[in-house]
Nanobody, 128 residues
Framework: QVQLVESGGGWVQPGGSLKLSCLIPDLALHYYQIAWFRRAPEKEREGVSAFSTSDGSTYYTDSVKGRFTISRDKNTINLQMDNLKPEDTAIYYC???????????????????????WGQGTQVTVSS
């Protein structure tokens, strides 16, 4: 079973930036859909951003559009987070699933059930 390895996260003041990374060892061998989820205290898990390696398409939830950027660098999926706000404070998880047919379905990209591989989670704290 492929393990996802997350890095990045930490503490930053409002308006600051952080970058999260998710290493997927066999990313170059398959078409993948990858997403970043987050879970804030006493809130439900939320899909933040998604990426398809079959066509390079990217998606963002409305609250992070214009502030977060998802990208690929070889076997790593990065989430650049700029202009961070206190409401971005959460544990962030990367999730991945091989697209056996190479077809990415945006309708399910923020459903946790669409993914069978998960990172260990990394804490992001935005406060002054």
């Amino acid at each position: 079973q492929v393990q996802l390895v997350e890095s990045g996260g930490g503490w930053v003041q409002p308006g600051g930036s952080l970058k999260l990374s998710c290493l997927i060892p066999d990313l170059a061998l398959h078409y993948y859909q990858i997403a970043w989820f987050r879970r804030a205290p006493e809130k439900e898990r939320e899909g933040v951003s998604a990426f398809s390696t079959s066509d390079g398409s990217t998606y963002y939830t409305d609250s992070v559009k214009g502030r977060f950027t998802i990208s690929r660098d070889k076997n790593t999926i990065n989430l650049q987070m700029d202009n961070l706000k206190p409401e971005d404070t959460a544990i962030y998880y990367c999730a991945a699933n091989i697209l056996r047919t190479g077809v990415f379905n945006p309708a399910s990209m923020f459903s946790a059930y669409s993914y069978d591989k998960w990172g260990q989670g990394t804490q992001v704290t935005v406060s002054s």
